[in-house]
Every structure is written in C-alpha cells, then in structure tokens.
C-alpha cells in the first residue's frame, strides 16, 4: 500500500519561503516518479514539479522554475519541495503524487496522492 503524507505548509508573507516534505512509504523503490501538484480555489490542479523514477527533475518552467527545487531522500522516504520567493499566486492546497514508471507532469498519470496541505501567501 503506498501512503503519501505531506507537511510543512503554512501562512507565509510574499517573498518568504516554505519547505513541504511528504513522507512517502515508495520512496526506497526506484520505480516511482514523486512529484508536487497544486490546486486554487476554482482552478485545475497543476504540476509543480517532480523527480523520476530514473532521476530526472522537472519543474513547471511558466510558474516555479527557479525558485521552487525538488528534492528527494530515499533513506528517509521523504520528498521535499522547498519553495522561496513566494507569491501570493502560489497560494494553494499543494499535493504529493506518485507513479509508477512514468516521466509526466500530467495529473492522471499519478495513481497515488496525499491528502494536500495548504500553503497561502499573503500580499
């Protein structure tokens, strides 16, 4: 059974920073892609950004490229989403998702999801 559990979100002012870690029970498998997705109120949820299976990083290049990095600790079953230089756009319920052998930023092509935790970034 794969479990996803994420933590660290919060109320940050704009341009502060905030670490999400989501403890993954897959993590010490080589088979999974880990990644973050987000969802506003009244908007699609979106990739964020992810590490594959094979060891790829890739990040939503229009939204959080170069100021979200993903990273990952197979020993401690953790992946991590530190996220600086906040916006109040980046206000959301964030996510972690999981799948099996797949390089994707497409939402349905993760089987597996954490319950979300909420990150608002005030103006």
């Known amino acids: 059974q794969v479990q996803l559990v994420e933590s660290g979100g919060g109320l940050v002012q704009a341009g502060g920073s905030l670490r999400l870690s989501c403890a993954a029970s897959?993590?010490?498998?080589?088979?999974?892609?880990t990644g973050w997705f987000r969802q506003a109120p009244g908007k699609e949820r979106e990739f964020v950004a992810a590490i594959s299976w094979s060891g790829h990083t890739s990040y939503n290049k229009d939204t959080v490229k170069g100021r979200f990095t993903v990273s990952r600790d197979n020993a401690k079953n953790t992946l991590f989403l530190q996220m600086n230089s906040l916006k109040p756009e980046d206000t959301a319920v964030y996510y972690c998702?999981?799948?099996?052998?797949?390089?994707?930023?497409?939402?349905?092509?993760?089987?597996?999801w954490g319950q979300g935790t909420q990150v608002t970034v005030s103006s």
């Open positions: 998702a999981a799948g099996e052998f797949i390089e994707s930023d497409k939402a349905y092509e993760y089987g597996y």
């Open positions: 897959i993590l010490t498998s080589s088979t999974y892609t």
